[in-house]
């Protein structure tokens, strides 16, 4: 059983990341976004209540976020581990995480801020079969057009300058310091995330090799 927590700054690549080490290693993604996301475009009463805190870029209130996390766990469908993306956030929900489940190892994608900040903006989506696109680095074939299933592309209604800006800084003042308890507990583990996915993958997955390695010794 493998239970991580990945971390970084909105837009670092911690989603793109954590989807390759679930396939590799077969462990449930669990996105605290993507539900909050899935509840929006299904208008839930739920979604009803965070839709405008999230497309302001602000952090959703710890009782929903806790409630939402222990629900996906409780599924218990993680028989090889999970990884958790975007959670925790504070030191609130790190501390009511902890208090139920251990963990292996912090993954953290490290990435410098204006690096993000461009990358977020020319983000894309498309709604219809969820496709990530990014205008630097992934352009579709056809402007503004899916390469898959033709679908009109999408910013998120969250990457505006001004809800990036709010995202980073409560990343700066409310998650990293949690990462210093992360820390002490000597359980991160650091990568350059500003190289291609699949490099950053590859020395994710030696760095964690190394790690429980000395955790197992
Ligand atoms: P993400 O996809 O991780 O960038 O999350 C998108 C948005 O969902 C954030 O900007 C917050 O509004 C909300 N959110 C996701 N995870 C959390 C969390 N752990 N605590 C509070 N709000 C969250």
Redesign the pocket.
């Known amino acids: 059983m493998q239970k991580y927590i990945i971390m970084g700054v909105?837009g670092c690549g911690k989603?793109t990341q954590a989807r390759l080490l679930k396939e590799s290693l077969d462990l449930v993604h669990i996105?605290?976004?993507?539900i909050?996301?899935w509840h929006i475009q299904s208008h839930t009463k739920l979604g009803a209540r965070?839709k405008r805190?999230?497309a302001e870029?602000?952090?959703?209130s710890?009782e929903v976020?806790d409630e939402v996390v222990k629900q996906r766990l409780d599924q218990h469908d993680w028989n090889y581990g999970f990884i958790l993306?975007?959670?925790?956030?504070?030191s609130r929900?790190a501390e009511f995480f902890l208090e139920s489940y251990d963990i292996d190892a912090v993954l953290l994608i490290d990435v410098p801020d204006a690096v993000v900040t461009e990358r977020i903006l020319n983000r894309r989506l498309c709604p219809k079969c969820a496709l990530d696109y990014n205008l630097i680095f992934h352009r579709p074939a056809v402007a503004n057009t899916c390469d898959i299933c033709g679908g009109l592309l999408i910013a998120r209604s969250?990457d505006t300058p001004e809800a990036v800006q709010a995202?980073l800084q409560d990343y700066h003042t409310k998650t990293q310091p949690i990462l210093e308890l992360f820390r002490r507990k000597e359980l991160v583990v650091i990568v350059d995330g500003t190289r291609p996915a699949d490099e950053v993958q590859k020395d994710l997955r030696r760095l964690l090799v190394e790690k429980l390695e000395t955790l197992a010794s």
């Open positions: 909105q989603g996105s605290v976004g993507d909050f996301r965070i805190t999230m870029g602000q952090l959703v710890d976020v993306d975007g959670f925790p956030r504070n929900q969250d995202r």
